[in-house]
């Protein structure tokens, strides 16, 4: 137990007195919210087992849970975060509108406004499907 940790429970235990105390981290309390959440009939809310993925400005952690418990030597950090996707989407809209290299407030807004993850990949790609074909009959028709 490193000298934190000590200090922590010192504190805890006698300066406010607490008969018990149980600290955890934070993908394990994330993991366990996630679960609280499902449907009791679910049979994955008995499970102990998951991925829980933090994304951040600079970088992504993806955290394995095993039995309830993070299995930090599986821990990875890749570092691709809410940062580089601005990043590109200013290099995207400058190349393909106008020049927003030095707008890096402005183009984060829009990308917080406008983008979205979606829950159910496959309904995401049928919607993404839906939209391309009309887009693409949209163009035709104009050039007809």
Not at 28 to 34: E, I, L, N
């Given at each position: 137990m490193d000298e934190l940790q000590k200090a922590t429970l010192q504190v805890v235990f006698e300066h406010f007195r607490f008969n018990g105390f149980y600290s955890s981290s934070a993908p394990s309390w994330t993991f366990a919210k996630h679960l609280s959440t499902l449907d009791p009939t679910d049979i994955n809310r008995h499970t102990r087992t998951g991925l829980v993925i933090e994304s951040g400005f600079s970088f992504t952690h993806i955290i394995p849970i095993v039995d309830g418990s993070v299995v930090l030597d599986a821990v990875r950090r890749v570092n691709v975060g809410g940062k580089l996707l601005t990043n590109l989407l200013k290099e995207t809209l400058s190349f393909r509108q106008m020049n927003v290299q030095d707008c890096f407030y402005?183009?984060?807004k829009?990308?917080?406004?406008y983008?979205?993850?979606?829950l159910d990949v496959l309904r995401g790609r049928a919607l993404l499907s839906v939209r391309s074909r009309s887009r693409k009959l949209q163009a035709a028709s104009r050039t007809l």
């Amino acid at each position: 137990m490193d000298e934190l940790q000590k200090a922590t429970l010192q504190v805890v235990f006698e300066h406010f007195r607490f008969n018990g105390f149980y600290s955890s981290s934070a993908p394990s309390w994330t993991f366990a919210k996630h679960l609280s959440t499902l449907d009791p009939t679910d049979i994955n809310r008995h499970t102990r087992t998951g991925l829980v993925i933090e994304s951040g400005f600079s970088f992504t952690h993806i955290i394995p849970i095993v039995d309830g418990s993070v299995v930090l030597d599986a821990v990875r950090r890749v570092n691709v975060g809410g940062k580089l996707l601005t990043n590109l989407l200013k290099e995207t809209l400058s190349f393909r509108q106008m020049n927003v290299q030095d707008c890096f407030y402005l183009v984060n807004k829009i990308k917080e406004a406008y983008s979205y993850l979606s829950l159910d990949v496959l309904r995401g790609r049928a919607l993404l499907s839906v939209r391309s074909r009309s887009r693409k009959l949209q163009a035709a028709s104009r050039t007809l």
